[in-house]
């Protein structure tokens, strides 16, 4: 599966952005997902995740209750909708497809999603 996100942008504090990310091909309903995203000199760490029905999802504390994660079989596409943004939410956002469902005690693993995005650049200014 080949992965295209985008949406991103410089919003102010406070602000909203929503990212997109398509997938190709015709099997997108059997890949659970995830966004992550990596900040200068640091690692890439996890943001949020969902299951291949949209039905289960999985957020970082940094991020919970002010993110949401969620998916359009349809369309090929996950999206993450960020609400409240905070200048340390500035960091280059990636998203991950991994092959068959994810279990809650994986869903924050980087190492489980074999399959990665371009990433796209959200700035948020204080």
């Known amino acids: 599966v080949q992965l295209q996100a985008f949406g991103g942008g410089l919003v102010q504090a406070g602000g909203f952005l929503r990212l997109s990310c398509l997938a190709s091909?015709?099997?997108?309903?059997?890949?659970?997902m995830g966004w992550f995203r990596q900040a200068p000199g640091q690692e890439r760490e996890f943001v949020a995740s969902?299951?291949?029905?949209?039905?289960?999802?999985y957020y970082s504390d940094s991020v919970k209750g002010r993110f949401t994660i969620s998916r359009v079989n349809a369309k090929n596409t996950v999206y993450l909708q960020m609400d409240s943004l905070r200048p340390e939410d500035t960091a280059v956002y990636y998203c991950?497809?991994?092959?068959?469902?994810?279990?809650?005690?994986?869903?924050?693993?980087?190492?489980?999603?074999?399959?990665w995005g371009q990433g796209t650049q959200v700035t948020v200014s204080s």
């Open positions: 969902i299951g291949r029905s949209g039905d289960n999802t």
């Open positions: 091909g015709r099997t997108f309903s059997m890949y659970a």
């Open positions: 991950g497809a991994k092959q068959g469902e994810i279990l809650s005690h994986v869903a924050a693993l980087r190492r489980v999603f074999h399959y």
